[in-house]
């Protein structure tokens, strides 16, 4: 008859068997149970002998390592998550206004740093070279740093700035400018542009639909073309529309408006 009790299996651990199958639970050598999930495919013979004094594993007990586990399930489980919010309400009205205080003060900093380096440091630059103690790799680490302030700067002050060009402009101008770039298929297949604009642009360039237009404004214009296309000129009329000022396409005058799904869209070109 097969007994259950400890016996060492293949892999030389003493794991728990019955029913003639290893079980997942090994003991080490100073008693302690754990799981080991490394299960050997060979069966327990009948005839292995069960080590002496070896006590059985608890029915339905965990061990150290299934409470640990469990217990990082909880912490990342509605519960934990209620427990972080219960935390950082503990810290109070003032304590969460002074983290966010903190954030912005050094957002702050930051910002004047980029400018006042952006400013200052040519003029350090110039001084220190003059007298000589500013050569070689220190010169290009400050060119380096004065570098990043620069361009930290003039990307804060055009974010908020900005163009000051409506909504459908600054679309229009992006769509010129990357007609250059993008496939024929994204132009003419999605709608960017209305049936009747397809067809003015069509007749403009004698092509005889939209992809092949665009196709002939791509051999004809080069990369500098498209890059003034994107910052072309557009005054707006009493009818709505917009003149352009002298560009490579040979457009005069456009109807646009804004949609949410494409941005812009085209009604009409001539």
Same mark, same amino acid.
């Given at each position: 008859?097969?007994?259950?009790?400890?016996?060492? =299996?293949?892999?030389?651990?003493?794991?728990?068997?019955?029913?003639?199958?290893?079980? =997942?639970?090994?003991? =080490?050598?100073?008693?302690? @149970?754990?799981? =080991?999930?490394?299960?050997?495919?060979?069966?327990?013979?009948?005839?292995?002998? &069960?080590?002496?004094?070896?006590?059985?594993?608890?029915?339905?007990?965990?061990?150290?390592?299934?409470?640990?586990?469990?217990?990082?399930?909880?912490?990342?489980?509605?519960?934990?998550?209620?427990?972080?919010?219960?935390?950082?309400?503990?810290?109070?009205?003032?304590?969460?206004?002074? /983290?966010?205080?903190?954030?912005?003060?050094?957002?702050?900093?930051?910002? /004047?740093?980029?400018?006042?380096?952006?400013?200052?440091?040519?003029?350090?630059?110039? @001084?220190?070279?003059?007298?000589?103690?500013?050569?070689?790799?220190?010169?290009?680490?400050?060119? /380096?740093?004065?570098?990043?302030?620069?361009?930290?700067?003039?990307?804060?002050?055009?974010?908020?700035?900005?163009?000051?060009?409506?909504?459908?402009?600054?679309?229009?101008?992006?769509?010129?400018?990357?007609?250059?770039?993008?496939? /024929?298929? &994204?132009?003419?297949?999605?709608?960017?542009?209305?049936?009747?604009?397809?067809?003015?642009?069509?007749?403009? %360039?004698?092509?005889?639909?939209?992809? %092949?237009? @665009?196709?002939?404004?791509?051999?004809?214009?080069?990369?500098?073309?498209?890059?003034?296309?994107?910052?072309?000129?557009?005054?707006?009329?009493?009818?709505?529309?917009?003149?352009?000022?002298?560009?490579?396409?040979?457009?005069?005058?456009?109807?646009?408006?804004?949609?949410?799904?494409?941005?812009?869209?085209?009604?009409?070109?001539?």
């Amino acid at each position: 008859m097969y007994e259950p009790g400890w016996r060492q =299996d293949p892999q030389g651990k003493t794991r728990w068997s019955e029913n003639g199958q290893w079980g =997942d639970q090994v003991r =080490d050598s100073s008693g302690g @149970v754990y799981r =080991d999930h490394h299960i050997p495919g060979t069966p327990p013979q009948m005839s292995a002998p &069960r080590l002496p004094n070896a006590a059985s594993p608890p029915r339905g007990g965990s061990s150290v390592i299934d409470e640990l586990a469990e217990k990082n399930r909880q912490v990342w489980s509605d519960k934990g998550a209620g427990a972080v919010q219960q935390a950082l309400g503990g810290m109070g009205t003032g304590g969460f206004v002074a /983290i966010l205080a903190g954030l912005a003060a050094m957002v702050f900093l930051f910002t /004047i740093g980029s400018f006042v380096g952006a400013v200052a440091l040519p003029i350090v630059a110039f @001084v220190l070279y003059r007298k000589g103690t500013l050569r070689g790799v220190k010169l290009a680490v400050l060119g /380096i740093v004065w570098f990043l302030c620069l361009a930290t700067t003039l990307t804060t002050v055009d974010r908020f700035s900005g163009s000051g060009l409506p909504k459908e402009v600054e679309q229009a101008q992006a769509f010129l400018g990357l007609m250059g770039s993008d496939s /024929i298929s &994204r132009i003419c297949d999605e709608p960017y542009m209305t049936e009747q604009a397809k067809s003015a642009m069509a007749a403009k %360039e004698q092509a005889s639909d939209c992809a %092949e237009a @665009v196709g002939k404004i791509k051999q004809r214009l080069d990369e500098s073309a498209f890059e003034d296309l994107s910052h072309l000129n557009m005054t707006k009329t009493d009818r709505g529309t917009y003149l352009l000022d002298d560009n490579p396409l040979g457009w005069r005058e456009i109807t646009i408006s804004t949609q949410e799904t494409y941005g812009i869209l085209f009604h009409a070109i001539s």
